[in-house]
């Protein structure tokens, strides 16, 4: 029948190769993404180093702030005090990163990794967290760490 993928070996060849490739898509956007993170994490720290400090794995994110509360009122109207300091957050760069990672590992098969710009931009930034972060590799939870080794 029309629109339908037919039932031959060329059908399911073709079917298993466009989710390999589907896959190959959804997980290079993501470690691409975590690369991301890194570098603003790094670009952060270099411009705090400019000025005298670093804080490396922690970088100051915008919170989400809802209309009322930039209004400085909440639900019941009660009155609360905002400031640019309660707006922001602290974020572990690493940490967040080094979660990505755990959530991204299981989803890269030996099918994947015989891409070469997958496969590069993987070990790319597993290496480069391994090396600007070996206290937070030393910290993280046994099967966390386990995954990453």
Do not use: W
């Amino acid at each position: 029948g029309r629109g339908k993928i037919g039932v031959t070996e060329g059908g399911s060849r073709s079917l298993r190769a466009e989710r390999v490739k589907e896959c190959y898509k959804e997980v290079k956007a993501m470690l691409r993404m975590l690369t991301h993170v890194t570098n603003s994490d790094n670009d952060i720290e270099d411009e705090e180093s400019s000025r005298g400090g670093s804080q490396r794995g922690s970088v100051m994110a915008a919170a989400a702030v809802s209309s009322a509360a930039s209004e400085g009122r909440v639900r019941g109207g009660a009155g609360v005090a905002t400031s640019a300091s309660s707006a922001l957050a602290k974020v572990d760069v690493a940490q967040v990163v080094f979660i990505g990672l755990n959530t991204v590992i299981p989803l890269i098969t030996d099918e994947l990794l015989t891409f070469p710009k997958l496969c590069h931009q993987y070990f790319t930034l597993l290496a480069h967290m391994l090396e600007a972060y070996p206290a937070k590799v030393a910290a993280l939870p046994p099967d966390m760490f386990t995954s990453l080794m």
